[in-house]
């Protein structure tokens, strides 16, 4: 069987070109005779040979021991591809799991990463008095994050949520960059004003990913981020493609209406954080709003107004206006049932239907 061939033989006890030492013991020790035998190798593509196939005494009708016959072989021929390409098959399954295995926990430890950047939310806890976090990654790590800071000396904070482009692994790696260049800008430099912070973040994502040759990639973020000034009780708030959504309760006549209970939509500038610049200069709108004390603010990705979901039996994306009215509907319960409330409803509509992309949402009680 060394020669890869088939070997067949009339009698095994009459040829010298193979040792069946063995075989003959078997013999001896049960009082059996092995006359002919043959024997085809499994192959696989790679023309290796995984095993054998071995029969041995063939008998004619009456029950007499004979030579195998070419009608044997062709049939033994035809039974050891199909069990070949079954080996092969088992043995190609078992080295895709064993990688997929070593893949998933590889992400998973990646994970474990991504989550340890995240800011922990005892340290949200003494500055914020009520909030919830939402963060849903489409596959185990992604590119949705939030960011926290509190700026020293001062119950004054910074907090913003950063959809960085794609999911998965590509998303995580952008967020580690973008986590690790804001900072850089608010830690180090100490810019706190949303609008300069901005203007800078998308500088240095275009320098360190050097997106300013043409043949670069021009990934980037959306992103929405506020300073929170407690004593003056104002709200600076600069975006990028991301909104600022302020409810509180008030007579103004605008945002979308319920009762007393208003919902403000203040939009971000129309253009990302990195990619593609046409503009000589990106410079962002920096927003100053007051608000009371009880008033909220949500910060979220496009990941759940881009979600899709099933209405009478239809699909559709949940779309920014339910998204509002959610927060409007849950306003005045604490942000803890607020968040139930709205993770019951996002899986009762979505139901079997996939997670599309990476979903964050930050809500915050001033």
Same mark, same amino acid.
């Given at each position: ?14 040829? !010298? ?25 499994? &192959? ?44 092969? =098959? ?6 895709? =799991? ?27 806890? !003494?500055?914020? &008095? ?42 995580? %790696? ?9 900072? =850089? ?100 709108? =920096?927003? &100053? ?37 959610? %927060?409007? &509907? ?24 996939? !997670? ?11």
């Amino acid at each position: 069987m060394h020669k890869g061939v088939i070997q067949k033989m009339d009698d095994i006890y009459s040829q !010298q070109e193979f040792d069946y030492s063995g075989t003959k013991k078997y013999d001896q020790s049960n009082d059996y005779r092995t006359k002919s035998m043959i024997a085809v190798p499994l &192959k696989d593509y790679h023309d290796e040979i995984l095993g054998i196939i071995q029969l041995i005494n063939a008998m004619n009708a009456k029950g007499e021991i004979v030579s195998f016959t070419q009608e044997h072989i062709a049939m033994l021929n035809s039974l050891a591809s199909q069990a070949a390409i079954a080996l092969t =098959n088992k043995k190609l399954i078992l080295t895709i =799991n064993e990688e997929k295995t070593k893949l998933t926990d590889s992400i998973q430890y990646a994970s474990l990463i991504q989550n340890s950047i995240l800011p922990r939310k005892e340290e949200l806890s !003494q500055y914020i &008095k009520d909030f919830f976090i939402i963060w849903k990654p489409r596959d185990i790590v992604g590119g949705d994050f939030y960011w926290f800071y509190p700026i020293q000396d001062t119950k004054n904070y910074i907090i913003s949520v950063i959809d960085c482009t794609g999911h998965g692994v590509p998303g995580a %790696f952008m967020s580690m960059t973008a986590n690790s260049i804001l900072n =850089n800008i608010v830690r180090e430099k100490q810019i706190y004003e949303p609008d300069e912070i901005l203007n800078l973040l998308h500088k240095e994502i275009r320098y360190t990913l050097r997106q300013q040759a043409k043949e670069s990639q021009q990934d980037g973020m959306d992103i929405s981020l506020c300073f929170i000034d407690v004593n003056r009780k104002e709200i600076h708030f600069s975006g990028a493609i991301q909104s600022l959504y302020f409810v509180r309760i008030s007579n103004i006549q605008q945002g979308i209406s319920n009762d007393e209970v208003i919902i403000e939509r203040i939009r971000g500038d129309r253009f990302s954080i990195g990619g593609r610049q046409k503009e000589e200069e990106r410079i962002f709108t =920096n927003h &100053k709003i007051q608000y009371n004390s009880g008033d909220s603010i949500y910060l979220l990705s496009d990941g759940l107004a881009d979600q899709k979901i099933k209405i009478d039996g239809k699909e559709t994306r949940l779309k920014t206006k339910r998204v509002e009215q959610m %927060f409007l &509907k849950y306003y005045k319960l604490r942000m803890k049932e607020q968040k139930e409330k709205i993770d019951n409803e996002l899986m009762e509509l979505q139901g079997e239907i996939e !997670q599309r992309d990476d979903i964050m949402i930050l809500g915050v009680e001033l």
